[in-house]
């Protein structure tokens, strides 16, 4: 269950940013990026399925659990394979490595997604295609847009 | 200890989010988000975040200081309000009452801005204003002209049911975040979003036509629309009869203006003007969302006018999902000139200069001598410091020295006066120049209510202590009035909202009681009322019940670009600082994020000065010249250039020249010229 990412409705505010930061003690876990002239992208953690971080982890500290790819603070030795290893550059290592959690303990929801002025960050798959889905429909029903 | 969420709302911009201060020990250790909050539904922008950065900085006032020397000394409070009360005391008794000014804040609460104003008047000042006049001056002369009321007319959820977002010299992605997703949920029911813009901006992402103008020729789009609308015959005919007067003038005024004239003038694509006129005026509820881009011009009151023809003409006022909604930037700038904050208004938007309100208030605060106004505007007391008709200024929470236009001339004239008392919570630029400065207190350490741009009024509750000797602004004022001999004994923040339900009719049922969670939108006359969330659904407060549709032709702005200075500034806002940036750029998490001044410059441009990406450059106008980086990009025009104005060099550039009616500055057009620094 990662944070899934509406483009069409992200305005590039970096309350997202903001936000994790502020919850996990200074270390943020979001990044947006701008693209061209007005495009804006939060890259944060997907939880791959395959995750090429905890197969790069030879300590055991990033493992899968269910679907959530975590971090065991414990084990980890820092060396910093993980970073390598990331495709998306989302798990960083100053001295030890820190990840999106999820706000796992901190908030319900992640924080990210509840303080997100644009409702472009979600925790369902689904909700940018049925959004879709229901626009298509209604434009449909109404013989275009108006 | 354990841990207590005390209910607040967010100090920066008029969205008014509310969120919870998770508050242990008697120290503020975190933001906890409010789901069922009407506007913000638990969500936070990225100065909301950050708000308690500003709590324990550093570099807070702690202490009352004079000027000692070139530094300052650290005085008591005894001390501090002896200074004041003699500084503004000699000036009244020297040069009369009406040499001493007073800016109000669109920071503090409303008890705190009533209070403040009733003391310049009590004193006998009329002069009392706030940094509206920078805003929505234009706003509250031109829409009070139109529609009878200056607010917006429909609140911020209801854009929801707008099957039209017509969005017009705003950039609310970056200055009123929460906003967008009402914007975008319109967009899910199948809204047409429409942006009116010089700049490519998140805002514009959103929208399905976007009209790039150039900066200044918003007159001209709008009468072209206008134009459109009525020559396709689609305006609403029986408002405009049953509702409305001038709709003749306005419509043989804009009779020239054609899709084809206007494209010459505005740079927008004819076919554009016909596809927005179109989309606004025949979808069954469309809205108009605006804010400095149309204010702050020399033409700020025209452009208002324009906004609300296009409305009125199509009937979009009234019901639900349709309006014109002037954004206000501030968290209680609707509230400071609701409270009468204003050089031209007694509270409730009284007139200054009718004898009626004189009586009303001298009857209300048992008094005789009020002022008749309308006293100088925030701008217009600086000119008069300059030359020296002013004598004593008592400026709280707002910093003129940086926020005003062509800011050498404001340090000059400041430097001026005999006797300069500023309140705040930083060191400021204006600050700099007082001869005493007063410690204020942030939202977070004092109570209070405050008005949203919606009208909506909500209840800020105390979490913590004001650090140090600091108090609240309510407090000081409170003392400073004493010490001027007057009767100004409020306990707390309730007392004087009592006071205010008497004496302003649009908050007679707003009491402390009702303001519970939601809070209550005026006009809201008595304590059963509900409160009034959509403003003209049954005529208007002008006469025979009718709006006035007011022609407007359009003016070029004050200066075009010419050979000695070939590019035209604009200004605005970035998502993470705000206004003047005394607070966010103290903020860690925000300065961090846009650390530096910066000019954007279209890429041909750029080619032709020799100038690269990050390059440092120097930008002059005949005011003065700012050194900043560059930032190539094809969000401008050509022939455009846009800088962000919460740091100090950007009004050192722009112009003083003012909207003859509202008496804003034209912040959003100067001609400037750009070199590389090597
Ligand atoms: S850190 Fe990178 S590799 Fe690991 S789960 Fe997240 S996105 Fe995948
Ligand atoms: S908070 Fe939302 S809108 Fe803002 S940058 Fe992050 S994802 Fe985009
Ligand atoms: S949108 Fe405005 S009120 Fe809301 S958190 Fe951001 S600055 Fe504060």
Redesign the interface.
């Known amino acids: 269950m990662p944070v899934y990412i509406d483009i069409s409705r992200c305005i590039g505010c970096r309350s997202c940013e903001v936000a994790c930061q502020r919850v996990h003690g200074g270390s943020g876990h979001v990044n947006v990026h701008f693209v061209g002239d007005s495009a804006s992208v939060p890259i944060l953690c997907h939880h791959c399925e395959e995750a090429s971080c905890t197969m790069a982890c030879f300590s055991g500290a990033l493992y899968k659990d269910g679907d959530k790819t975590v971090f065991d603070v414990e084990k980890c030795t820092g060396c910093g394979l993980c970073r390598l290893a990331c495709p998306f550059g989302v798990v960083w290592t100053d001295k030890i490595a820190h990840k999106c959690d999820l706000c796992e303990g901190l908030a319900e929801v992640p924080t990210c997604v509840t303080t997100c002025p644009a409702n472009a960050l979600s925790t369902d798959f689904d909700l940018a295609s049925r959004r879709a889905r229901a626009r298509a429909a209604r434009v449909a029903a109404q013989g275009g847009r108006r | 200890m354990t841990k207590v969420l005390v209910p607040t709302v967010c100090p920066y911009c008029g969205a008014g989010c509310g969120f919870f201060i998770s508050v242990e020990k008697e120290r503020a250790t ?2 906890e ?1 409010m ?1 069922d909050h009407p506007v ?1 539904e ?5 100065k ?3 708000a308690l950065e500003v709590l324990c900085h550093q570099e807070r006032f702690t202490s009352p200081l004079k000027r000692k020397g070139e530094g300052w000394a650290r005085i008591s409070w005894e001390e501090a309000i002896d200074l004041v009360a003699k500084g503004l005391g000699d000036a009244i008794k020297k040069n009369g009452p009406g040499s001493i000014a007073f800016l109000a804040s669109s920071k503090c609460s409303n008890e705190e801005n009533y209070l403040i104003e009733k003391l310049a008047r009590l004193l006998g000042s009329p002069h009392v204003d706030n940094c509206a006049r920078l805003c929505h001056a234009p706003s509250v002369v031109g829409l009070n002209r139109t529609l009878g009321a200056a607010g917006m007319t429909n609140p911020i959820p209801d854009i929801a049911s707008s ?2 977002v017509f969005i017009i010299g705003s950039n609310l ?2 200055n009123h ?5 009402w914007i ?2 319109a ?4 809204a ?1 979003v429409i942006a009116a813009d010089p700049r ?7 929208a ?1 036509v976007f009209l790039q103008l150039k900066p200044g020729t918003d007159v001209a789009l709008l009468n072209g629309m206008a134009h459109v609308i009525i020559k396709e015959g689609l305006v609403d005919r029986d408002y405009i009869a049953q509702r409305t007067r001038g709709f003749e003038e306005l419509k043989e005024s804009v009779g020239d203006y054609t899709p084809e004239k206007v494209a010459e003038i505005t740079g927008v694509p004819a076919g554009d003007i016909v596809r927005a006129a179109r ?1 606004y005026a ?2 069954p509820a469309s809205s108009i969302l605006y804010s400095m881009g149309i204010t702050q011009h020399t033409t700020g009151t025209d452009n208002v006018q324009a906004v609300s023809d296009l409305a009125l003409i199509c009937g979009h006022l009234g019901k639900p999902g349709t309006g014109v909604m002037p954004l206000r930037g501030q968290n209680n700038v609707q509230g400071a000139c609701d409270m009468g904050a204003l050089a031209e208004f007694y509270p409730g938007y009284k007139k200054a200069d009718d004898s009626e309100t004189i009586r009303y208030f001298s009857s209300a605060w048992r008094t005789e001598g009020l002022p008749l106004g309308p006293g100088l505007t925030a701008t217009q007391m600086i000119d008069a410091a300059g030359t020296g008709d002013i004598k004593g200024m008592y400026v709280v929470g707002e910093d003129p020295a940086n926020s005003d236009p062509c800011s050498h001339n404001v340090h000059s004239a400041l430097d001026n006066l005999d006797f300069l008392v500023v309140q705040d919570i930083f060191m400021t630029a204006t600050a700099q120049l007082a001869d005493v400065v007063l410690p204020g207190a942030v939202w977070a350490e004092k109570e209070g209510s405050y008005t949203n741009t919606e009208r909506r009024v909500q209840w800020s509750c105390r979490a913590i202590d004001p650090p140090g000797a600091a108090l609240s602004d309510l407090e000081i004022v409170c003392k400073v009035a004493r010490s001027l001999g007057l009767d100004f004994y409020y306990p707390d923040a309730a007392s004087v909202l009592a006071e205010i339900n008497r004496t302003v009719p649009q908050y007679a049922g707003i009491t402390r009681e009702r303001l519970e969670r939601d809070g209550l939108v005026w006009p809201c006359p008595t304590v059963d009322h509900p409160g009034t969330p959509i403003l003209h659904s049954s005529g208007f407060k002008l006469a025979e019940g009718r709006a006035c549709i007011v022609h407007v032709p359009y003016r070029p702005a004050a200066e075009v670009a010419s050979w000695d200075y070939p590019f035209i500034l604009t200004t605005g806002r970035v ?2 600082h705000h206004n003047a940036g005394s607070m966010t750029r103290r903020s860690p ?2 300065i961090s ?1 846009e650390p530096d001044l910066y000019v954007e410059i279209n890429t041909a441009d750029a080619a032709r000065l020799k100038v690269a990406d990050g390059d440092e450059v120097t930008i002059t106008t005949p005011r003065g010249e700012t050194e900043a980086y560059a930032r190539l ?3 401008v025009k050509r022939g455009v250039v846009f800088m962000p104005f919460h740091f100090p060099g950007t009004n050192i550039l722009t112009t003083d020249i003012t909207d003859p009616e509202a008496r804003i500055p034209e912040f959003k057009v100067a001609a400037c010229k750009i070199s590389r620094r090597d």
């Open positions: 975190g933001i988000y789901p913000s638990g969500a936070l922008c990225s909301g975040n950050a099957k039209c992605a970056e975040p929460v906003i967008s997703r975008h949920r967009k899910d029911e199948g047409v490519v901006t998140h805002t514009s992402w959103m399905d989309a025949i979808s998502a993470v998490s925000l994020r990009t094809d969000k």
